[in-house]
């Protein structure tokens, strides 16, 4: 039905979720028709950043690749990052942006807290190389979770 949130408790009867608001959701079996797992043995960080259309795209694509490479180099990420960089590239391009993207294998449940750090470690290498960011992608280019 479109809930999302940490399992807390599962029965033969029913699930009980805990959304990212708080809230307590209990779903009974019979109305379950699918499960996403996110969390189960590893999670991956689909990552993706807007990037001005006029910026070198080897120079994007090296300081996002620089940027997961540090993080994962960092002893206060050592464990959340199973993989620093499974793929990386110029993944779309616009007449307002070129998308880079990137895979990152994770710990279960760490890439939430993993993509807001990799977003400042971005942002900051795209200062240090002069590279713009693009204009705002479509939804369909963008992250689900």
Known sequence: NGSTGLVEQLSL????LRDG???LITIPHSSVTGVVNHSRNW???DYRVSVDPA???VKAVD????ALEDLASDRRWR???LTPVEWIGVDGLSRDWMLVRA???TAPLRQYELRREINARVRIAFDEAGIGLGAPIAAEFMPQA
Do not use: E, F, L
């Open 13 to 16: 009867r029913m699930a009980q």
């Open 21 to 23: 608001a708080g809230n």
């Open 43 to 45: 999670s991956r960080v």
């Open 55 to 57: 910026a070198d795209h």
């Open 63 to 66: 300081a996002v690749r620089g």
């Open 79 to 81: 464990g959340a990052i």
């Open 103 to 105: 895979s990152i294998k």
